[in-house]
């Protein structure tokens, strides 16, 4: 069973770099500008959906799917950010 509290830390590390100047460079040089305001909406949209299950705390086998699914999309992209902002930083 995933932790929300601790998938929201996550949700929350990931909106900061994407608030990250190096970053918005990045993806303003590739082209990729509205593509990273997208992903800043769908990762506010993420922490609210935790932020309701946070607060239920009991969950249907359903809700708990879509809750791994979450955790695991959360990560990865916190990896990928993560790889990204290293691989800027030794450019």
Same mark, same amino acid.
């Given at each position: 069973?995933?932790?929300?509290?601790?998938?929201? $830390?996550? +949700?929350?590390? %990931?909106?900061? !770099?994407?608030?990250?100047?190096?970053?918005?460079?990045?993806?303003?040089? *590739?082209?990729?500008?509205?593509?990273?305001?997208?992903?800043?909406?769908?990762?506010? $949209?993420? +922490?609210?959906? %935790?932020?309701? !299950?946070?607060?239920?705390?009991?969950?249907?086998?359903?809700?708990?799917? *879509?809750?791994?699914?979450?955790?695991?999309?959360?990560?990865?992209?916190?990896?990928?950010?993560?790889?990204?902002?290293?691989?800027?930083?030794?450019?």
């Amino acid at each position: 069973m995933a932790d929300v509290g601790a998938i929201l $830390t996550v +949700t929350q590390t %990931l909106f900061a !770099a994407l608030e990250c100047s190096i970053l918005k460079e990045i993806f303003s040089i *590739w082209g990729y500008k509205s593509e990273l305001e997208e992903l800043k909406k769908t990762v506010s $949209t993420i +922490t609210k959906v %935790l932020l309701d !299950a946070d607060a239920k705390q009991v969950f249907t086998n359903e809700e708990q799917y *879509w809750i791994e699914k979450l955790n695991e999309v959360v990560y990865d992209a916190d990896d990928l950010f993560d790889e990204i902002l290293t691989f800027a930083e030794q450019k």
